[in-house]
């Protein structure tokens, strides 16, 4: 019996010393696999606003409605000569039919909004005989062809395809006063030849354009 019990004794120390000599074996690192050092992944920069592509298609199309504005109420063609420069013609109406050409400069083309300057060359078409009432005061006139100068500022905002081009300006007339009244209303009242004024061409641009991008991005 003292015997057994010696046996059971050494087999059960045997054991506790093969399962040690295990554990510390799993946590010993293994030479032949040695462990692979973190590498860490570089990180790709941001582009700067400036060296984005730009929004702006090289070729874009634009209906435009607005008072004062070079092409009236009407449509316009651009092309981009340069990231953020474009040519531009149009035709529309107004007080008669207008065509005419222009330049734009944007400053933020990469951005969704950018402001822009610009400068256009327009003539408008000839009227006749128009009739016009002030206090009961008639006259009949008519408007010959103009040639105005239209410098002009905004914000075009292209999300996508489309976009829009919102504008201020104004325009000089170099042509000389095209206005002309019948007989018998040569001396019309001021309060009539200022109104006038106003509907004839030339003066403050406040115009809204839809603008939609053509083709595929050049930039």
Not at 34 to 44: F, G, N, T
Not at 141 to 146: F, V
């Given at each position: 019996m003292k015997q057994l019990v010696i046996l059971t004794t050494a087999v059960a120390l045997s054991t506790v010393s093969y399962a040690q000599a295990q554990t510390e074996l799993q946590t010993q690192p293994n030479a032949a696999n040695?462990?692979?050092?973190?590498?860490?992944?570089?990180?790709?920069p941001v582009p700067l606003l400036s060296e984005q592509p730009s929004r702006y298609h090289q070729s874009s199309l634009s209906i435009e409605a607005g008072w004062g504005a070079p092409y009236?109420?009407?449509v316009s063609y651009a092309y981009l000569v340069m990231p953020n420069l474009d040519i531009n013609a149009g035709v529309g109406i107004g007080v008669g039919g207008k065509i005419g050409v222009g330049a734009r400069y944007f400053l933020r083309p990469q951005g969704e909004l950018?402001?822009?300057?610009?400068?256009?060359?327009?003539r408008t078409g000839r009227i006749d005989n128009v009739e016009i009432t002030v206090d009961q005061?008639?006259?009949?006139?008519?408007?010959?062809?103009?040639?105005?100068?239209h410098l002009r500022g905004g914000l075009r905002w292209?999300?996508?395809r489309l976009g829009l081009l919102g504008t201020l300006g104004y325009g000089a007339r170099f042509t000389g006063d095209p206005v002309t009244y019948q007989n018998g209303y040569s001396t019309p009242s001021q309060r009539l030849r200022d109104l006038v004024d106003v509907i004839s061409p030339g003066g403050v641009e406040v115009s809204l354009g839809l603008v939609i991008?053509?083709?595929?991005?050049?930039w």
């Open positions: 040695p462990p692979v050092p973190a590498v860490d992944q570089p990180r790709i009236g109420w009407g950018s402001p822009y300057f610009g400068v256009n060359l327009a005061e008639q006259a009949i006139y008519s408007m010959a062809p103009s040639g105005v100068l292209q999300p996508g991008n053509l083709g595929q991005p050049q």
